[in-house]
């Protein structure tokens, strides 16, 4: 199985905001309260909610009805997506 391809670009949990089933992790300006702004990383990365892990979501939610190919390159199209949204500083 192919690994996703994660670049730790930061933009999903910059943009928590955006979905519903994030939007329980918005610190308050569309980021994730667990990511550090300074180190550009998850600070609970080991323990991550269910729904910022793409396998355990595929497995959970969508194994009958994509391909793993397929999920990962729907997910790769919201990554592009993000990239297009604004870089979030600390407040
Ligand atoms: S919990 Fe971690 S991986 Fe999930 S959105 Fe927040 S910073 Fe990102």
Redesign the pocket.
Known sequence: MRVFPCTQC?K??QN?HLAEE?RF?DRGDGT????SDSSK?????AD??D??RVDRQYEMNYANRYSWDEFVDLNLQVCAVLAEQPERGPR
């Open positions: 930061g999903c949990c928590v994030t992790l994730c309260k667990h990511y990383q998850c600070t609970v990365y991550r909610p729904i910022c």
